[in-house]
């Protein structure tokens, strides 16, 4: 018998779009990969970075040119240029949030943040206007649980939990607190990516106890832990090299591989509360006007490409990024 689910297109809130040419092979496998809205993540490896108004509408306007049907939701990287200010007049263009990264901790993050004191008269700002903060982290730090005593009313998310310390730390603060999870942290533990250049991400993969408290909270339906992919597409030789960057790609087929993987845990059913319900209550945003739309997906095997070009001008491990899971079968595809 064919199993065949219909549902709302899923909401990834933390997806790397990047630019140029791979900006330009991802942005219309948005849609593809079953996913209708997006919270695009301005991160340090965007040259310049964006921390004003204007170039995250300037951004998202390219995003918009490559995938119209696409609702993309930006945000804003903090750093000390950043006013209260702009934050207000980012509030009134319609931004959602202001990604801070710790220094060090990703791919061109050095720059990053080494404390919140110098924000404050900002994240004040951001509580008052409603604009989302965005951590970078592996276990909220004594300095995140001290923002979140200060600011009770700043919505913050802890972005791809992957220990289940992190899960319980969540789920022990307030319905001002969300989580995103990514798709490859309820597969891959430290043995997958531990000589798999492929694999590599951060934050890396953890113990399979960390991936159960990950999958717990999918199959409880918590309504504060929701998808967030990071899909991050570096080229096959930078992965392939000695020093691999860190990033696994998921995009073009994002809900796909979701549906597998919830599958392989009895979990499916989550799907809707996970990838298409729950961030958007907790964020408070929908669809752009005409597009929301709805995916079927069908219980069929599908196969992984190996890669995906992005510039036939070059080498081709230079010129194509390869996916998340290449070359295995997927039991879920969408058949709309
Ligand atoms: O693995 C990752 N890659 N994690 C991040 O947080 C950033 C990302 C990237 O931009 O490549
Ligand atoms: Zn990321």
Known sequence: MQTIITLPAACDFHIHTRQGVLMEMVAPRIAEGGVSLCYVMVEPNLKPPITSTEQALEYKAQLERLAPNVTFLMSLYLCPELTPEEIRKAKKHGIVGVKSYPRGVTTNSESGIESYAIYYPVFKAMEEVGLILNLHGELPSDSDQQLHNDFPKLKIVLEHATTKAAVDTVKALGDTIGCTITIHHLQLTVDDWAGQCHNFCKPVAKFPHDRQALRDVVLEGHPRFFLGTDSAPHPAYLKECAHSCAGV????????????????????????????????????????????????????????????????????????????????NLTWKIIN
Do not use: Q
């Open 249 to 328: 790609f998921t995009t073009p087929l994002a809900i796909p591989y979701l549906a597998t993987i919830l599958d392989s845990f009895g979990a499916i059913n989550c799907l809707r509360k996970f990838a298409c319900e729950n961030g958007k209550k907790f964020y408070g945003v929908n669809e752009e006007e005409g597009k929301y739309r709805e995916i079927t997906l069908v219980k069929e095997t599908l196969l992984v490409p190996h890669s995906y070009s992005f510039d036939e001008s070059v080498e081709e491990r230079r010129g194509s990024i390869v996916p998340f899971f290449a070359g295995k």
